[in-house]
């Protein structure tokens, strides 16, 4: 491989800057990122990603599995990264690859400003959340099915007799545009491993969108990157 890529300033400012394993598994992903779009075994594989493997990955970073798998989810859940995964390849997606990488100064004008409230925008604004799609819809599950199994996870995992209530439905619409069914049940089953929420969390703090000052929150996240070991 030759050639180089541009690495903006404000990468400082990231709030994954100051966690090693995840600033290497971004550059590492930046890095091999096609610069163009090319076939792989019949599959066109577009600009700014790239074909690879949860083993492959740990293999070259020098990180476990399960290390690999927790960086991704990170990536993932802060939009940097969209992951497809079947049952012969990783397809990794660097979003915004090509506003990182181009030459046009007023492009890196533009995305310099746009850094600056990505995360809150990404979780907040009314546009991007209108063009997320619904995953529970892709089984064939209502809302309604699917989230009482998820208050079911909760009561198997931390013994609790928590009931779904109808309040509850549209925070849990909301946060199903982001996250699978079965990624909220692994959040869920890693609370019993957080000091701080093993005794407190609830349906209703999980699926909120916004703490009691008023800030975004994504619980969600943050337990789905707990370290269980």
Not at 17 to 37: H, M, R, S
Request: aromatic share 10%.
């Amino acid at each position: 491989m030759t050639g180089w890529i541009k690495i903006h300033r404000k990468i400082l400012e990231w709030e994954w800057f100051g966690d090693e394993k995840t600033i290497k598994v971004f550059l590492y992903c930046l890095l091999k990122a096609n610069i163009k779009d090319k076939k792989w075994r019949g599959v066109l594989i577009k600009k700014g990603s790239f074909i690879t493997s949860v083993e492959g990955l740990g293999i070259t970073c020098g990180f476990s599995i399960q290390s690999i798998r927790t960086i991704l989810n990170k990536l993932k859940s802060t939009h940097e990264l969209t992951i497809k995964t079947t049952n012969k390849y990783t397809l990794i997606t660097v979003n915004n690859y090509l506003e990182y990488q181009s030459t046009n100064k007023q492009t890196n004008k533009r995305l310099t400003n746009h850094q600056q409230t990505t995360n809150k925008q990404l979780t907040t604004t009314k546009e991007y959340k209108n063009i997320k799609k619904k995953r529970y819809t892709d089984k064939n599950f209502s809302l309604k099915e699917v989230s009482e199994k998820l208050i079911q996870a909760f009561n198997l995992h931390l013994k609790r007799k928590f009931k779904l209530s109808s309040g509850l439905l549209p925070n849990i619409e909301y946060w199903l545009e982001t996250y699978e069914p079965k990624e909220i049940e692994e959040a869920i089953k890693n609370i019993e491993y957080d000091d701080f929420w093993k005794d407190k969390m609830t349906p209703t703090i999980l699926f909120r969108k916004k703490n009691p000052q008023g800030e975004p929150v994504d619980y969600i996240s943050q337990l789905l990157v707990k370290n269980t070991t």
